[in-house]
């Protein structure tokens, strides 16, 4: 199967550590990469390759992958990290662009 | 600075072709190892991959949408564009377009291997209905 999995939604307490994962067979032989969006926004990428961020993203973000998953950690998070974050690869043959449902962060 | 800018009608009515151009601006739109995406989303969904351009102009399409789309690519005007046929409400989305990097990298151990999407264009809802 191409499907990415992720958690619904999850919940973080105001300068608490929430991990965000992602699993799925895309992810054997691939790096995920995650963005966020928020309401009324296009997505940002956040998180890319076995744990870059793009120029601007916080270092409060980091991700880590193996095998057939991956997670989007945020450290110390802040309330304007609330958003939807999704992650994405390309199933083994790499004509498929495959994306998890997301996952709603709140944070409380 | 790359830029991704959608366009298009936001109004179509049904039966008819959705019919929508990102233009790049700020770096050349062929060029190694990339692909140019539409990606769409439905009212309070999540993201779902239209299909693809690769830079050498071979296109791939989602399955479920493949019968009623085209993807091309017009260099001369560093656009691209999406041509979906036969529309209907559940076509009703915002449209986005984004260019999707693949690079190798040497990393402890191996090499690593990563998409992603680096650049998005803002996005434009297109709404069917008559």
């Known amino acids: 199967s191409s499907e990415l999995t992720q958690d619904p939604a999850v919940s973080v307490a105001l300068g608490q550590t929430v991990r965000i994962t992602c699993q799925g067979d895309s992810l054997r032989g691939h790096y995920a990469s995650w963005y966020q969006q928020k309401p009324g926004q296009a997505p940002i990428v956040v998180i890319y390759g076995d744990n870059f961020r793009p120029s601007g993203i916080p270092d409060r973000f980091s991700g880590s992958g193996s095998g057939t998953s991956a997670s989007l950690t945020i450290t110390g998070a802040h309330a304007e990290d609330e958003a939807d974050y999704y992650c994405h690869s390309r199933d083994s043959s790499g004509n498929v662009v495959v994306f998890g449902r997301g996952t709603k962060l709140t944070v409380l | 600075q790359v830029q991704l800018q959608e366009s298009g009608p936001g109004l179509v009515n049904p039966s008819q072709t959705l019919s929508l151009t990102c233009t790049v601006s700020?770096?050349?739109?062929?060029?190694?190892?990339?692909?140019l995406n539409w990606i769409r989303q439905h009212p309070g969904k999540g993201l779902e991959w239209i299909g693809s351009i690769s830079d050498s102009g071979k296109t791939y399409y989602s399955p479920s949408l493949k019968s009623r789309l085209t993807i091309s690519v017009d260099t001369s005007k560093s656009q691209f564009s999406l041509e979906l046929n036969s529309v209907t409400a559940a076509d009703t989305a915002v449209y986005y377009c984004?260019?999707?990097?693949?690079?190798?990298?040497?990393?402890?151990?191996?090499?690593?291997?990563?998409?992603?999407?680096?650049?998005w264009g803002q996005g434009t809802t297109v709404t069917v209905s008559s």
């Open positions: 700020g770096d050349s739109i062929s060029g190694g190892d990339h692909y």
């Open positions: 984004a260019r999707e990097l693949s690079r190798k990298y040497s990393i402890f151990g191996g090499v690593g291997h990563y998409y992603v999407m680096d650049v």
